[in-house]
């Protein structure tokens, strides 16, 4: 007798759900996404996600939330260069995190029903990077290592532009050795005193 298999509920039909959401949205992109799709890629019955998520907006926006990342605080360090490179780390470990579809979220221009996902990648991710750069860049002005017309918020921009780029130039994960020649060769010539 073979054993049918047993019906998830509760927290793991909701991961499974959450996971496929996000497994779709890099494959298929949001304009595409369908909620029968997600359910496809689940394993599981659309009223399963109805019951949860009223809209495919609502159910990205949780898949989000789920795999980024609380702002935590970041180790601070006595040099610029390291302060860089942990915001680096930890702005790449974000976006992996969400294989990536984080930016495909922001890039999304023109989309009003865009808004709610825009606003979860900021709340955890872009907001709280961009206030830790230039409070590091405030630091290194005050220890000598960053020129005082760097601490501003465009030079802490510069950083997650280029890991933005990256990632949609080139779909592989970003590596350490880029995130040093990065800080290495740009952020530290654009801001070094």
């Excluded at 996971?19 to 890629?41: C, K, N, P, S, W």
């Excluded at 960053?146 to 590596?175: F, K, N, W």
């Amino acid at each position: 007798m073979v054993n049918a298999p047993t019906r998830r509920r509760g927290e793991a039909l909701e991961s499974a759900i959450l996971t496929a959401a996000l497994d779709q949205l890099a494959e298929v992109g949001f304009r595409r996404l369908t909620m029968e799709g997600v359910a496809a890629a689940a394993q599981t019955g659309k009223a399963a996600l109805y019951r949860r998520w009223s809209s495919k907006e609502e159910l990205i926006a949780d898949a989000l939330q789920h795999v980024l990342p609380v702002p935590a605080d970041l180790p601070v360090h006595d040099n610029i260069r390291d302060d860089l490179m942990e915001l680096m780390r930890s702005y790449r470990d974000a976006v992996n995190a969400t294989r990536g579809t984080a930016f495909q979220v922001l890039k999304e221009d023109g989309d009003q029903s865009m808004e709610l996902m825009r606003d979860v990648v900021r709340q955890r991710v872009t907001t709280p990077l961009k206030e830790r750069l230039l409070a590091a860049l405030e630091r290194g002005v005050e220890r000598g290592d960053v020129r005082p017309s760097a601490a501003v918020p465009l030079c802490a921009e510069i950083g997650p532009a280029m890991v933005m780029y990256r990632c949609t130039l080139v779909s592989e994960e970003i590596p350490d050795t880029y995130l040093a020649e990065l800080v290495d060769n740009v952020l530290l010539p654009a801001v070094s005193s």
